[in-house]
């Protein structure tokens, strides 16, 4: 962890490498400078816990028709305008009230519910691996445990740090945001950290990816068959989920794309993939 003469630490999770003075907090609202350290300061915090349809997350070529139990926190490392979820990923320590639950009380209530088709913990709703040492935390207990380990996330991570966690993790679906540098500047990530992303999850785990289609930003045919395309070079057996966006957050001026636009994008992602899915429609 690099520190500054003005006694700064520099957080080492993502690429924003925020910068933070004794006391404060980053960008993500979830990682803090504590006695010159970087602390996960929603370590264990959960907003949300509830058992789920693994294709809820989503996914639909791994462990088809099984539960998982999904667990979320605070904060996010982006900015979406559209944010589908924003309500928690765009909360911070103040604005909910949040139940404490350790990595072994989460292992032994993921265990618990197995007798409910329950194969392990998938970390959502918030960007998850913002609270990175949680989630290593608990996903090396649920390995040992012979549950399974899920991420659905941004993507938005240092390699290092990635590195380290992947050997724990079963699966992740990816949110590619877009396919375009430029659209990518408007969430406050950058399109080639999230392709190194995705090509090296894929090399070490189960990966799927989802692409929210927002009417007039990134609903070109032309996209959609160049990140088709980038997809098949990872792996043509990578699942696209094509989903539907609806007015949220920063764009509720929007309207809802159209049911049509997500099919005939589907269609030519079809065109490189073997596996793609339409949501929301």
Known sequence: ?????????????????????PGETGFCRARKNTGGSVTCINYGKLLSLALDSIEKKPFRRFHEGSSILS??????????PFCQNHQISMASSDTFESASCSPEALRDLALETKDRGNIGVAFTYNEPLIGYEYVYDCARLLKEAGLSTVLVTNGYICREPLEKLLPYIDAMNIDLKCFTAGFYEKTGGRLDTVKDTISLAASKCHVEVTTLVIPGENDSHEEMDSEAAWLASVDPDIALHVSRFFPAYKMKEKTATPVSTVYSLAEIARRHLRYVYTGNC
Do not use: Q, W, Y
Request: aromatic share 4%.
């Open 1 to 21: 962890m690099d520190k500054t003469a003005e006694n700064r630490v520099i957080c080492p999770i993502c690429p924003r490498h925020c910068s933070l003075a």
């Open 71 to 80: 667990a979320g926190s605070f904060g996010c490392n982006l900015s979406c």
